[in-house]
């Protein structure tokens, strides 16, 4: 079994036991990718609109108990939905996210729309954008800066900010569909 098709049968796996009201199973992952630290998102749509989605910033325990822990918190600890229940799960697609180390952003022309994902830090405020969602919106470079801005609650512009910190990094993106 592939990397990508273990990843995302462990979150369908672990979903499928603790939406039922059991115990995250005890899940022997093979890939020894599994092992490393990494930031890691579990993204869940329902019929192609956003039902949840939470992850790791950066690898803070093992991808195999990071994987687990991250499915469980989008499905019911993301505070933008109510919790997802079993029933729903049918009509659910998994989209799980490894990222790439961040590094600093000197100038907005090192940023590629599809390649890259992005992190604000300004103050205590900060928003996360996978690289995937500027494709998915159709943004260009200056929408998808807008939007890291917004998304850390920030006004447009803030990136530009000499207390903003921007980040970049790349992910390896599987999906069920």
């Known amino acids: 079994m592939s990397f990508a098709k273990e990843a995302l049968s462990a979150v369908r796996t672990t979903l499928e036991a603790v939406l039922k009201g059991h115990q995250q199973p005890s899940i022997k992952f093979v890939d020894p990718r599994f092992k490393e ?10 019929h192609g609109e956003l039902r949840g989605c939470i992850g790791f910033v950066k690898g803070i325990e093992p991808l195999n108990k990071a994987i687990q822990e991250m499915a469980v918190a989008a499905a019911t600890h993301d505070p933008r939905f109510s919790p997802v229940v ?11 996210s490894v990222l790439s180390p961040m590094t600093e952003v000197k ?16 103050g205590h405020r900060s928003g996360l954008l996978l690289p995937q969602v ?3 919106w159709g943004w260009n470079l200056d929408e998808f800066l807008d939007n890291i801005c917004l998304k850390a609650g920030l006004p447009k512009g803030s990136h530009l900010l000499p207390e903003s910190r921007l980040l970049k990094f790349s992910a390896d993106i599987f999906s069920e569909e």
């Open 86 to 96: 079993f029933e729903e799960l049918e009509n659910i697609k998994i989209e799980v």
């Open 37 to 46: 630290l990494c930031g890691i998102f579990v993204t869940l749509k329902k």
């Open 107 to 122: 100038n907005t022309d090192e940023i590629k729309i599809g390649r890259d994902g992005l992190m604000i830090i300004c």
């Open 134 to 136: 500027p494709v998915e």
